[in-house]
């Protein structure tokens, strides 16, 4: 089988790298790719929303299942266009139709689902340009810290925590009357801040039934103790090491078959990853977002650790048959320590030629920015690396990405050197 990986960051490297020790698996695409796909697939230089480019290298190159990485072309309906076009519509798409995309697409709609379901979360409230003000008087009857957050797709920059009112007031009159983060901001959901140590639970179903993969765990600030500025993810690890049997029981029950029943109920067709974003407040789960896709930096520690062949998983789902899957899981624990650009996640530098790659071949270092010039690989983006390891524990785990990482060097690396410190 001919495949095709759409997305060109570390979760599609990881992705690639998995999908190519398949049995089943001819020839492996990645479209745009990067220079870590480049070893294991063939770049395609087309957009992940170049719908029009992706179909004519579907058709050229016999493509017969396309997995679809980032958000972005979901929400925009790349399902869709497969299963309307006669040419296409018999190439299996991972990744949900573009209603079910809306899930990530719109917080507001994703809250509307939960409370309609009845899966646990924050309480919450949303506002637009007209009802401003009624947004600044829901604020001073709330509680700080005040969460805030742009009801569309904002490359993760779209959530505010505020400790002072009257900078949260600011900020949702900026939000919503000076678009401060674009059309995403037109409806802001104001919530009610939830305490707690996060967790990211993953899903993949047929749209009938499901397998909740590994969990995990990851790091978004930029600084050491979780402090700075918010990124994309500095790391993550898995198993989780505070996820009793008994939690995992409550998710399973409270939040994940919610979910999947609730799909069915509202008639939303989806083949492929629900990526559940939890909070444990005391005893009790609770959802802060959806994701319609897998997370980046947990995909790097996630995949890893399952065991069967990934793509015979995936044509499972194309077909409706994902009960039959037994899913077999490593049970080591798998660090992920990410290496970030310069400047990075405000403006960031490009171009640094990356040393030390040669010397680690062996290891498993997924490409998030990165690209191939001549015999150079250089930084293209904010996170450039993500280094993954096995331990018998978290702690050994770490230290072998950090022992990693170490040998490998550009022009201002960053990365932080405490991953998994609050376990």
Same mark, same amino acid.
């Given at each position: 089988?001919?495949?095709? @990986?759409?997305?060109? =960051?570390?979760?599609?490297?990881?992705?690639c790298w998995k999908i190519k020790q398949s #049995?089943?698996?001819?020839?492996?695409?990645?479209?745009?790719?990067?220079?870590?796909?480049?070893?294991?697939?063939?770049?395609?230089?087309?957009?992940?929303?170049?719908f029009e480019g992706i179909k004519k290298a579907?058709?050229?190159?016999?493509?017969?299942?396309?997995?679809?990485?980032?958000?972005?072309?979901?929400?925009?309906?790349?399902?869709?266009?497969?299963?309307?076009?006669?040419?296409?519509?018999?190439?299996?798409?991972?990744?949900?139709?573009?209603?079910?995309?809306?899930?990530?697409?719109? #917080?507001?709609?994703?809250?509307?689902?939960?409370?309609?379901?009845?899966?646990?979360?924050?309480?919450?409230?949303?506002?637009?340009?007209?009802?401003?003000?009624?947004?600044?008087?829901?604020?001073?009857?709330?509680?700080?810290?005040?969460?805030?957050?742009?009801? =569309? /797709?904002?490359?993760?920059?779209?959530?505010?925590?505020?400790?002072?009112?009257?900078?949260?007031?600011?900020?949702?009159?900026?939000?919503?009357?000076?678009?401060?983060?674009?059309?995403?901001?037109?409806k802001v959901v104001i919530e009610e801040f939830?305490?707690?140590? *996060?967790?990211?639970?993953?899903?993949?179903?047929?749209?009938?039934?499901?397998?909740?993969?590994?969990?995990? $765990?990851?790091?978004?600030? &930029?600084?050491?103790?979780?402090?700075?500025?918010?990124?994309?993810?500095?790391?993550?690890?898995?198993?989780?090491?505070?996820?009793?049997?008994?939690?995992? *029981?409550?998710?399973?029950?409270?939040? @994940?078959?919610?979910?999947?029943?609730?799909?069915?109920?509202?008639?939303?067709?989806? #083949?492929?990853?629900?990526?559940?974003?939890?909070?444990?407040?005391?005893?009790?789960? #609770?959802?802060?977002?959806?994701?319609?896709?897998?997370?980046?930096?947990?995909?790097? @520690?996630?995949?890893?650790?399952?065991?069967?062949?990934?793509?015979?998983?995936?044509?499972?789902?194309? *077909?409706?048959?994902?009960?039959?899957?037994?899913?077999? &899981?490593?049970?080591?624990?798998?660090?992920?320590?990410?290496?970030?650009?310069?400047?990075?996640?405000?403006?960031?530098? $490009?171009?640094?030629?990356?040393?030390? /790659?040669?010397?680690?071949?062996?290891?498993?270092?997924?490409?998030?920015?990165?690209?191939? *010039?001549?015999?150079?690989? $250089?930084?293209?983006?904010?996170?450039?690396?993500?280094?993954?390891?096995?331990?018998?524990?978290?702690?050994?785990?770490?230290?072998?990405?950090?022992?990693?990482?170490?040998?490998?060097?550009?022009?201002? &690396?960053?990365?932080?050197?405490?991953?998994?410190?609050?376990?």
């Amino acid at each position: 089988m001919n495949v095709l @990986v759409i997305g060109g =960051g570390g979760r599609e490297h990881t992705l690639c790298w998995k999908i190519k020790q398949s #049995k089943d698996c001819d020839e492996l695409y990645a479209a745009p790719g990067n220079a870590g796909t480049a070893l294991c697939a063939t770049n395609l230089p087309i957009g992940v929303n170049d719908f029009e480019g992706i179909k004519k290298a579907t058709l050229t190159r016999h493509i017969k299942m396309v997995i679809v990485g980032p958000e972005d072309p979901l929400v925009n309906g790349i399902h869709d266009f497969f299963l309307n076009d006669p040419e296409l519509s018999s190439v299996a798409v991972i990744g949900p139709q573009k209603e079910a995309a809306t899930l990530e697409g719109s #917080k507001a709609y994703a809250k509307a689902f939960m409370m309609r379901h009845n899966i646990p979360t924050a309480a919450y409230a949303e506002f637009t340009s007209e009802t401003v003000r009624e947004g600044e008087a829901f604020l001073e009857q709330s509680k700080a810290p005040y969460v805030l957050k742009a009801d =569309g /797709l904002a490359a993760g920059k779209g959530v505010l925590i505020i400790d002072d009112l009257a900078t949260a007031k600011r900020e949702l009159r900026e939000m919503l009357l000076e678009s401060k983060f674009g059309a995403a901001s037109n409806k802001v959901v104001i919530e009610e801040f939830l305490a707690g140590i *996060e967790l990211s639970c993953f899903v993949l179903t047929d749209g009938s039934s499901y397998l909740t993969l590994p969990m995990a $765990k990851d790091y978004k600030r &930029i600084g050491e103790g979780d402090t700075g500025l918010n990124t994309g993810g500095m790391g993550a690890i898995s198993p989780v090491p505070f996820l009793t049997d008994e939690f995992r *029981e409550k998710i399973e029950t409270q939040i @994940v078959k919610p979910t999947i029943e609730g799909l069915k109920k509202d008639n939303l067709p989806y #083949k492929g990853f629900v990526f559940i974003g939890l909070i444990k407040v005391g005893n009790e789960p #609770k959802v802060i977002e959806y994701n319609v896709r897998m997370g980046d930096p947990e995909t790097e @520690v996630v995949i890893p650790r399952i065991k069967n062949d990934f793509l015979a998983i995936l044509q499972a789902v194309d *077909e409706g048959r994902l009960d039959e899957i037994d899913l077999e &899981i490593d049970p080591s624990v798998a660090a992920t320590v990410v290496a970030v650009s310069g400047g990075y996640p405000e403006a960031y530098e $490009k171009e640094k030629r990356i040393t030390g /790659l040669d010397e680690q071949k062996d290891k498993m270092i997924f490409h998030a920015g990165t690209k191939q *010039e001549g015999d150079d690989i $250089k930084t293209s983006g904010g996170r450039v690396l993500a280094v993954t390891s096995f331990g018998k524990d978290y702690q050994e785990a770490v230290e072998a990405s950090y022992k990693i990482i170490s040998k490998i060097n550009f022009e201002r &690396i960053n990365y932080r050197k405490d991953i998994g410190f609050d376990l």
